[in-house]
């Protein structure tokens, strides 16, 4: 058992309930990934496993999931909307280091500085954010240039126990999830073109974004070597350039 694994059983079994879920194709070789690392009673197997499912509103729901030990567990949790929807990205990444636990949550928007936006996608988020975080202090710096893609209602932590992971940051990942659900089922397709262009401006950004600054690639280069790790991550973690491309 991981760390991780009930978050990663709960979401599948809340988006099987909740949604029209179907497989979503994840490139031959992803699916598992294994390798050993240290030597001596420092050895420890690492295996990386990938998720991903699609629903009618829901483009890519995808997962990499991390278990390497007591100090190396990760699972990163994102799920891109079909963008002919203004829906944010529902981001998750719950990461254990030797130095300890980093834990990233939030409903990611498209158009972060627009109060129209924020009251559709923030603002309704807003009262779980402040209930978590008050028990769940705020992580510290990141990245600047990461800033415009993460919403008000960030819930950004570096919880000293892990009993905190286990009780605390899984009740916010089950909120924060739910909610999002909530969001998903009331969405209408938006019909205006240059909104679609807006919304298709926006996805790419942030999709360009975090695969170019992915904060796993030096650990998955480390594991799996370079060739591997490019290619999940632009043919798998973060596809929508790729997907697009094959479209037209
Ligand atoms: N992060 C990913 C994916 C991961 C992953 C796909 C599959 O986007 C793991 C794995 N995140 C991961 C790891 C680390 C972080 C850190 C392994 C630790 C890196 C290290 O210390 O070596 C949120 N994740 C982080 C950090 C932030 C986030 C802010 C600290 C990074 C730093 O300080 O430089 N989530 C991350 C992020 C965005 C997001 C930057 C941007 C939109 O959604």
């Not at 990499?64 to 100090?71: D, K």
């Not at 807003?126 to 028990?135: G, R």
């Not at 000293?160 to 089950?174: G, I, M, N, P, S």
């Not at 991550?233 to 973060?238: D, M, P, R, V």
Request: net charge negative; proline share 8%; with cysteine.
């Amino acid at each position: 058992m991981s760390l991780y694994q009930p978050f990663l059983d709960y979401a599948i079994a809340l988006l099987q309930k909740r949604l029209n879920l179907e497989p979503y194709p994840i490139p031959e070789g992803f699916e598992r990934k294994e390798t050993t690392t240290g030597k001596g009673k420092r050895q420890e197997q690492v295996i990386t496993t990938s998720h991903a499912f699609k629903s009618p509103k829901l483009r890519q729901i995808r997962a990499a999931h991390v278990r390497g030990g007591n100090s190396l567990q990760v699972l990163n949790f994102v799920i891109f909307p079909e963008p002919i929807y203004d829906l944010p990205f529902f981001g998750a990444d719950l990461v254990t280091l030797p130095g300890g636990h980093l834990i990233a949550i939030d409903m990611q928007p498209l158009f972060r500085d627009e109060p129209g936006y924020q009251e559709k996608y923030t603002k309704p988020i807003l009262p779980i954010f402040q209930a978590h975080q008050e028990h769940l202090s705020w992580g510290g710096d990141f990245p600047e240039e990461a800033k415009p893609f993460f919403s008000p209602a960030f819930l950004w932590t570096r919880p000293q126990e892990t009993e905190v992971v286990e009780t605390r940051v899984f009740t916010a990942f089950c909120d924060y999830l739910q909610a999002y659900l909530g969001f998903v089922d009331r969405a209408e397709p938006i019909t205006d073109t240059q909104r679609q262009k807006e919304i298709l401006q926006a996805q790419m950004r942030y999709v360009g974004y975090r695969a170019e600054k992915d904060p796993a690639r030096g650990m998955f280069t480390r594991l799996y070597g370079q060739e591997w790790t490019e290619e999940y991550i632009h043919g798998f973690l973060f596809d929508l350039e790729r997907k697009l491309a094959t479209q037209s």
